[in-house]
């Protein structure tokens, strides 16, 4: 990871962008800024749970995206749903029991984890006892029904567009994972540049261009991981230079509270 | 009294005791065990409960459809436009709604502002779409959505 150079800063025509708010799974509000440059954005999130014969991770997703689990992730697998208050469980088990998965299907968001084997006698209903989900337009929030029992820890918000990857975390948590050197001075915060892990053929497609690199920006309160799709994601370069990629990313903030 | 007689009713009396304890303790593990039947604790379900009198088909009806509405939300009154026709002698279609006058009156179709039975079927989405029984148990629910198949809902009377 190396500190983001700029020479001159520019920043892309275009609307301001302007805030927006998320809730992330722990029922922090994230609030976000997102340059033009980055596209529209769906919103996903990654939390884990750890306890007493406990480690679970769920993936959260907009509602609608398990209906490829029966026909492209476990064809044929066997679909049981469950009606709860606010939201519906969904369990899937393969046909050979080799893997299966239950979602809790909001209005407006869903909660996926895996077993990794044949689904639990009781469908992991009991296992649910332990969470409490809630839905909103702006994010679900799947917490620990005790934190005595649970402890909640991995909390992401994930945006994927066409033109890029956003992963937005605490700010305590992203911690650990920035380098100790300082980063390019920005609005936000500090901005790095680190390598991507991609195989030698996409490496070599993207060598030299603004997709070799993500972007690392450290706020205050938020840490944000900023991938731009280009030539190793199928897609056209995005067309920048590396200081106006750095001026867009300048506008980029984040501020998570709770 | 005898010591020995003391002793031996004292070792009765605690006998009994323990036995209550354990019939007591046996009959709270079934009660929890049947709890955990009807629901998880903290997500009470909708779906194979009663709905609200007010909503029922009532005598002599095969089905109800009961929608749970907002005035400002587009795709509600999408969904009322839909579900409204399917009133007829059979079948009970009513729309808990927060303003009544905002939608359009159906014949044969009842919108109601009954906070209550609002409240007792409301899981945090408008708009929502129960099916109920003849005998008034909400059989299954939808949320409605823009990709929500509304036709293949109503009409297949099952949830899409």
Do not use: K, N
């Not at chain 1, 800024?33 to 919103?43: A, D, I, Q, T």
């Not at chain 2, 009663?50 to 109800?64: D, E, K, L, T, W």
């Not at chain 2, 299954?140 to 949830?159: E, K, N, Q, W, Y």
């Amino acid at each position: 990871m190396t500190a983001a150079t700029a020479g001159g800063v520019e920043t892309p025509a275009g609307a301001p962008p302007v805030w927006t708010t998320r809730v992330a799974p722990s029922g922090a509000r994230v609030a976000l800024l997102v340059p033009e440059v980055l596209g529209s954005l769906r919103w996903y999130a990654s939390t884990r749970f750890t306890g007493p014969r406990t480690a679970r991770q769920f993936f959260l997703a907009p509602r609608g995206e398990h209906r490829v689990i029966p026909t492209h992730v476990l064809p044929g697998a066997r679909e049981r749903r469950v009606p709860l208050r606010g939201a519906d469980a969904v369990l899937f088990e393969a046909a050979d029991r080799s893997d299966s998965a239950l979602v809790l299907v909001g209005p407006h968001h869903e909660a996926t984890t895996w077993f990794g084997g044949p689904a639990p006698a009781d469908g992991g209903l009991s296992m649910l006892e332990a969470f409490r989900f809630a839905d909103d337009p702006a994010g679900a929030t799947l917490v620990p029904a005790s934190d005595l029992l649970l402890r909640q820890s991995g909390v992401s918000l994930i945006g994927r567009g066409d033109r890029a990857t956003l992963v937005v975390r605490r700010a305590v948590d992203a911690l650990p994972t920035l380098p100790e050197w300082a980063g390019l001075r920005v609005p936000a915060g500090e901005l790095w540049r680190a390598d991507r892990l991609l195989s030698d053929t996409a490496s070599a497609l993207v060598s030299g261009t603004v997709h070799q690199w993500r972007y690392v920006l450290a706020g205050q309160s938020a840490a944000l991981d900023v991938v731009l799709h280009g030539p190793e994601s199928g897609r056209a370069p995005i067309g920048l230079t590396e200081d106006q990629v750095l001026g867009a990313l300048g506008a980029l903030d984040a501020a998570w509270v709770g | 009294m005898s010591l020995e007689l003391a002793v031996a009713l004292l070792a009765l009396l605690v006998a009994a005791f323990a036995l209550v304890a354990l019939v007591a303790v046996y009959a709270r593990v079934r009660a929890l065990e049947a709890a955990r039947r009807i629901g998880l604790s903290g997500y009470g379900a909708v779906v194979g409960r009663p709905a609200p009198a007010s909503v029922h088909p009532g005598p002599g009806r095969r089905r109800g459809y009961v929608a749970v509405l907002d005035a400002e939300c587009a795709l509600c009154h999408v969904v009322w436009e839909a579900l409204a026709p399917l009133a007829d002698d059979g079948v009970r279609v009513v729309a808990l709604v927060d303003r009544p006058e905002a939608f359009a009156a159906h014949p044969g179709s009842e919108l109601l502002a009954d906070p209550a039975a609002r409240a007792e079927l409301f899981e945090g989405y408008a708009p929502t779409v129960l099916r109920l029984d003849a005998a008034g148990t909400v059989v299954d629910r939808t949320f409605v959505d823009a990709d929500t198949d509304l036709a293949g809902l109503l009409h297949a009377g099952s949830p899409a």
